[in-house]
């Protein structure tokens, strides 16, 4: 199996100074380091009942579109808001500085569906903890979140586990 390190860039004082910017584009040029982060990414769920996948803007889109495939199950876009045409369930969320919405189609999840949430970076985990809500104001059930990487100083596994999330994430990089 790849480790997934080999593929991701570190770009320093992106977006801003200070900021070591974990790109994980390079992963996705790459046909086997993507199906191998794509395996891992799946490996905690064998024999779990799974019946839709959400993926989290706009990184979320490229993981959770090629596991829904692999499943051959459905795709939920939760996106920023205004992206979306047609009837929406809005959530906020808090950002470092100031707040953000995210948005979901109010009939993308069917009450008792388990939803599998995934997303390429989980930092403070503000942005699935709105991706958790949204599903579960349709009466879904997040079975579970998936994270090429978990950025641990931030907080955001401790925070999505305190919601009683359970967290896989395939790499871990101190700092911010």
Do not use: N, W
């Amino acid at each position: 199996m790849t480790d997934i390190r080999d593929y991701i860039r570190t770009i320093p004082d992106f977006p801003h100074e200070g900021i070591l910017f974990r790109d994980v584009t390079t992963l996705f040029l790459h046909p086997q380091g993507m199906r191998d982060a794509i395996d891992q990414l799946l490996a905690p769920y064998p024999g779990q009942q799974i019946d839709l996948v959400a993926g989290l803007e706009a990184r979320g889109f490229i993981l959770g579109g090629a596991i829904a495939y692999q499943l051959g199950l459905g795709f939920v876009p939760i996106r920023k808001a205004g992206k979306l045409p047609g009837a929406v369930l809005s959530q906020a969320y808090k950002l470092e500085y100031g707040e953000a919405v995210m948005e979901v189609h109010d009939d993308a999840v069917q009450p008792g569906q388990k939803v599998l949430l995934v997303d390429d970076l989980l930092a403070t985990g503000g942005t699935a903890e709105a991706g958790i809500r949204l599903i579960e104001k349709m009466g879904g059930e997040v079975i579970g979140c998936a994270f090429l990487i978990d950025l641990p100083d931030l907080g955001g596994r401790a925070h999505l586990e305190g919601l009683g999330m359970k967290v896989h994430a395939l790499t871990a990089y101190e700092g911010a």
